[in-house]
Structure formats: C-alpha cells, structure tokens
Antibody, heavy 118, light 107 residues
Framework: QVQLVESGGGLVKPGGSLRLSCAAS????????MSWIRQAPGTGLEWISY????????NYADSVKGRFTISRDFAENSLYLQMDSLRAEDTAVYYC???????????WGQGTMVTVSS | ERVMTQSPATLSVSPGERAALSCRAS??????LAWYQQKPGQAPRLLIY???TRATGIPARFSGSGSGTEFTLTISSLQSEDFAVYYC?????????FGQGTKVEIK
C-alpha cells in the first residue's frame, strides 16, 4: 500500500526539541523528493522544508531556518524533521508529503500534531 | 516571496452548479501552480499540477487554467463530495507558498 505515516508529535515546552518521523511504504522512496508542510489550527498550509532525492539539496522556509533540520534515511525509507528551539507559533499539524513533477505533492501522510506550550 | 491570494474566501454553491475559484500570484509563477482539496480532519489531496494537468484519479469535472499570475480552478458540476477547502500552491520560486484557501460550501 502506497502511504506515508508520520509519528513523533506531542506536547513540548517552548525552547524544547522534537523529532518527527515519516515512514514511507509502497513506492521507491529514493525516487522522490520530499517535504514537510504544516498547518496551524484553523489556518492554511505552510510549506516548511524540502529535501532532494539524493539528500544533497535542502531548503527551508524563513520561519524555521536555523531551527529545523530535514533528513532522510534510505535504508529505513524514512523522512525526518529535527525541530529545535521550538516556539508557540510552531504549534501545528505537520504533514510529510511526496514530491510530484517539480514542486507539487501527490501523496500526503495523515499528519502529526505538535503543540508548543508551557 | 511569492504571495498567493485566493478569492473568494468562501463560495456558496448549489449542488450541480459550476464553481470558479481564483488564485493570483504577486509575481509570475509561470505554470508552476498546483491545486489541492482538503476536507475537515483530512490531509490535502492533489487535484491539479502544472496549472492545468489533472492528477491521477481526479474526475474530469475539475479543471485548471491560467499562467503567469492569474489562475482558475473550475468545478463544472459540484457534487456533494466537492464541498471542501481548496488551496493553490506555487512552486516556481523558493519558498514554495500556498494561498490562504477558498471554502466551497453548500448554498
């Protein structure tokens, strides 16, 4: 079954860290670029990070640059997001998504909720 | 940063009617534009990429048009399952950005 399954969300205090995981199955993981996209409660979508097929290229939104790190493990068919120095405004559902033809996303996980609060 | 502006914020449509959703880019994004549908509690679903190419499995009643800065998603005859929020996204320039969404509701 072609799917992405995120995990690792939860409640964390401001300034804390969290590592999200996204397990890919049913397709050749190394053939696709991947991204993380988040959605704060009741709001729209925000792209936050990209990683190329080979992991050689990464890119980040200014809102997370220097605090978040995207990576992937081909042996585990998994995508990761290391989130440090978390802020209240990072509270959101975090989706991993598979890239399609240049920058759109044709497969999404179900999302994992991250809440940053004291 | 390319700012994507969607209009209207909410569109009230009767089942069977046609709906046209607009997305405007602050600067040209060529044809590097996608449309997504999101229902409550669900992840977004890709409808259109390359401004006008339907994604796999998307019904023909969904069509996309436009290039440069002006784009339109048209739903030719709304079905009950089409009431949802729709987002446009540009991937021509970093950072990739989404519009704020248009909610299509039952009239």
């Amino acid at each position: 079954q072609v799917q992405l399954v995120e995990s690792g969300g939860g409640l964390v205090k401001p300034g804390g860290s969290l590592r999200l995981s996204c397990a890919a199955s049913g397709f050749t993981f190394s053939d696709y670029y991947m991204s993380w996209i988040r959605q704060a409660p009741g709001t729209g979508l925000e792209w936050i990070s990209y990683i190329s097929t080979s992991s050689s290229d990464t890119n980040y939104a200014d809102s997370v640059k220097g605090r978040f790190t995207i990576s992937r493990d081909f042996a585990e068919n998994s995508l990761y997001l290391q989130m440090d120095s978390l802020r209240a405004e990072d509270t959101a559902v975090y989706y991993c998504a598979r890239g399609n033809y240049g920058g759109s996303f044709d497969l999404w996980g179900q999302g994992t909720m991250v809440t940053v609060s004291s | 940063e390319r700012v994507m502006t969607q209009s209207p914020a909410t569109l009230s449509v009767s089942p069977g009617e046609r709906a046209a959703l607009s997305c405007r880019a602050s600067q040209s994004v060529s044809s590097n534009l996608a449309w997504y549908q999101q229902k409550p509690g669900q992840a977004p679903r890709l409808l259109i990429y390359g401004a006008s190419t339907r994604a796999t499995g998307i019904p023909a009643r969904f069509s996309g048009s436009g290039s440069g800065t002006e784009f339109t998603l048209t739903i030719s005859s709304l079905q009950s399952e089409d009431f949802a929020v729709y987002y446009c996204q540009q991937y021509n320039n970093w950072p990739w950005t989404f519009g704020q969404g248009t909610k299509v509701e039952i009239k």
